[in-house]
Each structure stands twice: as C-alpha cells, then as structure tokens.
C-alpha cells in the first residue's frame, strides 16, 4: 500500500506500509500450523530427499522422539545450536525444539571449531547438536546424548549428538518469546545473534504462503545454507503449508547447470536462493521443463532483470536478519512491460505488517526522490540482539512524523536507498563498511579479528575491491608481526576456522605499512586503488608458452578472484575458490569452449594445471 500523505511543504515522504492481507489468510502460529497439518494429512510427504520420503506422521513422530531425548537437559527458553546440514535430520531438530519451546540456532554443518567457540562464550548456547567430529573440544569432552534422528539422506550425519557444556561467565540468554535466532557478522569481531519471536515469523508466512499459493502436492526447496536466515523462511513454508520440503544436495548450489536439473528432477515448484546463484543463471537459456512456479531471489544486489523467456515468477527480495528475513518484495514476470530492460530490478514494496522509511542523518524523513538511510518497522522486527545494548543502538524509537503514527520502533538497516514517486524502494549501497559476499552480510571487522589471532600478525585490514560489474571480493593487506614470515596457505587455513566460507578472502597483500590519511587511520581508500590498478604479474612469461586450456582456466580463474599472481600450481580452494567462484568457472569455461565440467571433478584436482588437464580430456572426446 503506498502511503500518498504529503508534509506542510506539499512532498511526498518516503514511507510506505505494507498491504494487509485478507482477515482470513491469517492464521495461528508456526508449530500450530504444522501440528494441524500432521493432523489434516498424516500421510503426505513432509520431507522427500532423493528416494527417501517422510510423511507428516513420521516426522512428528521422529520429532517427538527426539523431544523426548533432549528434554531431558533442554528447558523452554534454552539456546540450541544445531550444527546439521540440509536433511530430514535437521527438520526434526527444529520441529523437536519448537514443541520443547527452545531456541532454534542454526550454525550449518561446518561453522568452524573456533568460531563455535567464539559464540558459546558470548550467548548462553545450552548444547549443540551435530556430528560429534564438527563439535568443538570442550563440548566433546562434555556429557552428550545420543539422538534419534534420520540417518539417510544425501547430507544426513551418521550419527548426531547433543553436546553439553558449562556456559562461559557472563553468556547471554535469549530474550522471552524467542522461536529462533541467527548470527551476523559483528563489527566488533564477534558475531552476533539476532532473536526473532514466533509472531514475526508467522506473520511473513501469512504473506509468502498467499504469495506462492504454496499447499499439499506442492515441493518446497530446502536450498539456502542453513546458517543464512533465509533457511528458517524455507524450512516453516513447507511444513506450515502442506507441502514437502526437498533438501538439495551440497553439488547443487556449486553449479547452476546442475541447480536448475535438480529443480526439474526434483518437482520443485517454489524456490528460496541468493541472489548470486541466480544470475548465472539468466545468462543461460531458461529450462522449458521446470514445475518451479515462483523463485525468491536475495541476499545481494540483483544486477538485471530476468528475460522474457523466464516463464518463473521471480520475486527480488530484501530484508535483513533483523526484520525477519524479507521486508520488501519487487516481483517480475515474463508479462511485465519492463521484461527486456536492462536496468537492475528495484528491491520493491514492503511485504504486510512492514513499515519502510527514508531517513536522513538527523532523524527526518525524507522526500521521496531523495537518498537516505532505509529504517523498518513493523511486525516483521525482531526482538532484538542478545546484547542489549547493540539493540538500544540499532533498534530506535522514530522521531515524530504523522506518516509513521502508530509505528513504536525502527531497525536502522545501514543500507542507503531511494523511494521512487510510486513507493518502490532502490537499494544503492551500504553507508558503512559492511559488504553483501554470495549474500552474506559481511563486517571487514569480524575478518580482521580472525587474522589478528594469528601470533604472526601484527594487524589486519581487509577491504572489499569491486569488479566492473558491481561484484565484491575481499582481500586481506597483512601487516606481519617482527621477524615473522606467514605464508599465505597456512593463514588462509586458520582463518577459516573463524569465519563462514563467504568471509574468507579471495587474496592476501603483505604489507610493510598501511597508508594513513590526514587524521592518522588507514586509508582504506589507498589500499583499494592498489587492488583495482592492473599488477604487473598479471600474466607472467611462463604463461605465454602454455597450452590454451591452461591460459583458459589461469586466466579466468585470476579474474574471479582477483588475485593476478594465481599459478597453475595453485588448489583453487586453497587460492580462495568459493562455491560462487566454481560455479563462475564453470560457466566460463562452457561459454568459451561449449564443455560442461562438474564442480566435484573440479574440485577433487590438486592445482589448476589439473583442471586443465580435466578439460583437455572432455574436449579430446569431443573429436
């Protein structure tokens, strides 16, 4: 609904509020909804992984199971990381704690043993369940309960554990009313936990379920990463609706060939994926044979619209953590007039119950047309940070303006924006130095810290270079502590048991000292003109002689990174290659040559003179 309210100068402000939906679409909340389903339709599939099924009856059973087990240590109120990736194991670890009325605090298969511990310290985290092997030592060594849960499944654990521990001095418990909570980055080094309440999210699933028409018979992905706030959004549309989750195996989300032959192998008819998976994908020929009927894009700027062949709704969304996953929505069709723009699509209207605002510096709500600062209100906030003094800062009760009468709260999302005169919202850039890598949220901050715990380091600072097109990377310029000789491979190593794999730098600078500017702080903006000025070993001799499948790969792969000094000799995982950065290559290396690699036949080479070698051998069969 877009608010035409005009100030005593006659200008539009640049807020808008949400369209309620129908009274009757609303409904109870999340575990009600899904206790009502097991109920309607015990039979139905709640969860289909490859040939492995469960139905609504035998994920409440299993869930009831492990409620039992873990209700034994776990109270109401009580903190639960869940370190499982996406599977039926995981879906009953959630449902289990939501009828024990415990917090649900999903880490991913893989967050790293010191990042684990760096959390357990500073929140409250009553016990972890995952892999033994995945646990951090202290919660190893600790007492630990066997769980029943589901075994098959190409991402299910052999065997999951709950992990106890004594909470560290000082740990900080979850606020009353809390259903989940997901980490950010945090600026001071340290991730930090947002609380949503059940409400919040009940109210966005009011919206995205009447949006998407999502009910029994339909697939509901279970795609995003489980420790990125999207991942809740899938998991309860699907068991709220009727309709099966469809967890996607890990090579998927490597590969946007295979993402969208899993789509179709899988029946899959609703979608949640960030925004850089998506992309390479409009660059392709859109699959003819999907059932997918809508597929909801975010995470990151989305840099063009899909074209007219695109016969899947798609929907552009945006909303931080802190405001329950999705604030607004810009929904494009192959129908609209706008279909063969090339303008980068608006991130769009706030969803129901969701208040968006421009605000400038001083607290003032501005004209539409004018660049601010987005605030959101609404019942889409979250309770809350764990750190109530981080919520003091960042969740603000708004200054008096008739156009936000009723609206008690704003989250100031640091994202600069601007309201067109029909109420769409433009994002533009952040106004601090947070940076979106694959859609995570990243604090320049945060990765400092995890190199500055290397005895090897005097200091960190980490700047984000962008490519052409828009396109961030972070690169780490290290200052080395006296008489010390890090080597690149081995720092890499230990940051990545700090960070999530988005947050590890693409590139490591040495540096003797850091530029400083005219008030004595690094100057950041120095260090980025390095990384954008051509470097002079961009393409060494040795590279000249190589054979073209060599030049292909090293030369691509250099671009994707940003790293001009890659070699042949170089594992591209160890050299910085995300999953987003494989999947580039890939579809690189089929434009250029019309081969399709795999990611996992990718990844299994030493160095990038294997994979080479591995395209040579696809093209020697095509003779």
């Known amino acids: 609904m877009t608010d035409l309210t005009t100030d005593w100068q006659g200008l539009v402000p640049s807020v808008a509020h949400g369209t309620p939906l129908p009274a009757a679409s609303v409904t109870s909340g999340v575990l009600s909804r899904f206790e009502e389903w097991v109920r309607r339709s015990p039979e139905a599939p709640a969860v289909i992984d490859g040939p492995h099924c469960w139905s609504y009856r ?11 087990v873990l209700g034994t240590r776990v109270r109401p109120g009580d903190l639960v990381g869940v370190c499982l990736d996406r599977s039926a194991a995981l879906v009953v670890s959630a449902v289990a704690l939501a009828r024990i009325g415990a917090v649900y605090l999903p880490l991913g298969p893989r967050p790293g043993e010191r990042r684990l511990e760096a959390v357990t310290e500073d929140i409250d985290v009553v016990c972890l369940i995952g892999a033994p092997d995945v646990l951090p030592n202290r919660h190893r060594a600790a007492g630990q309960l066997v769980l029943p849960l589901p075994r098959e499944g190409v991402n299910a654990p052999a065997t999951a554990v709950a992990a106890f521990a004594p909470p560290a001095p000082g740990a900080r418990l979850a606020p009353q009313g809390t259903l989940y909570a997901v980490l950010t980055s945090g600026s001071t080094g340290r991730p930090k936990a947002v609380a949503v309440a059940e409400p919040a999210l009940a109210a966005l699933l009011d919206w995205f379920l009447h949006a998407t028409a999502l009910a029994p018979g339909d697939r509901q992905s279970l795609l995003i990463g489980v420790a990125f706030d999207p991942h809740v959004l899938e998991l309860w549309a699907g068991l709220t609706s009727g309709a099966a989750l469809v967890p996607a195996p890990d090579s998927v989300r490597w590969d946007p060939a295979l993402l969208t032959t899993w789509w179709h192998e899988a029946g899959v008819t609703v979608a949640v994926t960030a925004t850089p998976m998506v992309e390479p994908l409009l660059d392709r020929p859109w699959p003819t044979d999907l059932r997918l009927r809508h597929l909801f894009v975010g995470g990151d700027r989305m840099r063009r619209r899909p074209g007219p062949d695109v016969t899947t709704t798609v929907h552009n969304a945006y909303g931080p953590a802190e405001a329950t996953v999705i604030s607004t929505t810009h929904t494009m069709r192959a129908c609209d007039d706008d279909v063969s723009g090339d303008a980068a699509p608006a991130i769009g209207r706030p969803v129901p119950g969701a208040t968006v605002a421009v605000i400038d510096e ?44 009723g609206t008690d709260r704003l989250y100031r999302t640091g994202d600069r924006v601007r309201m067109l005169a029909d109420g769409r919202l433009e994002f533009l850039s952040r106004l601090d130095d947070q940076v979106k890598i694959s859609g995570m949220r990243i604090e320049p901050a945060e990765v400092e810290a995890a190199f500055e715990q290397d005895s090897a380091v005097r200091s960190a600072v ?26 690149v491979d081995r720092l890499l190593a230990a940051v990545r048991t700090w960070l999530p794999e988005q947050a590890v730098p693409s590139a490591v600078r040495f540096v003797d000292a850091f530029p400083l500017d005219a008030n004595g702080k690094v100057d950041r903006a120095v260090l980025l003109k390095q990384e954008e000025a ?43 290659g995300t999953s987003l950065v494989v999947a580039r290559l890939l579809a690189a290396v089929e434009q250029e040559t019309g081969v399709r690699l795999r990611a996992p036949e990718v990844l299994r080479q030493p160095d990038l003179r294997a994979v080479a070698a591995v395209l040579d051998k696809h093209l020697g069969g095509l003779k």
């Open 58 to 68: 035998q994920l409440s059973e299993a869930a009831d199971e492990a409620a039992q």
């Open 534 to 576: 051509p470097a002079e070993a961009a393409v060494v001799a040795a590279d000249k002689g190589a054979p073209a499948s060599e030049r292909l790969i090293l030369r691509t792969v250099r671009d994707l990174l940003g790293r001009s000094e890659t070699t042949l000799g170089d594992n591209l995982a160890d050299a910085g």
């Open 362 to 405: 001083t607290g003032r709500v501005l004209p539409r047309g004018e660049q601010g600062e987005l605030h959101i209100g609404g019942t889409g906030l979250a309770l809350g940070y764990l750190d109530p003094e981080l919520t003091a800062r960042r969740f603000t009760a708004p200054s008096f303006d008739p156009s936000l009468a």
């Open 462 to 487: 980490v700047t984000a270079p962008r490519s052409a097109d828009g396109r961030a990377r972070l690169v780490a310029h290290v200052l080395s502590a006296a008489g010390a000789a890090p080597a």
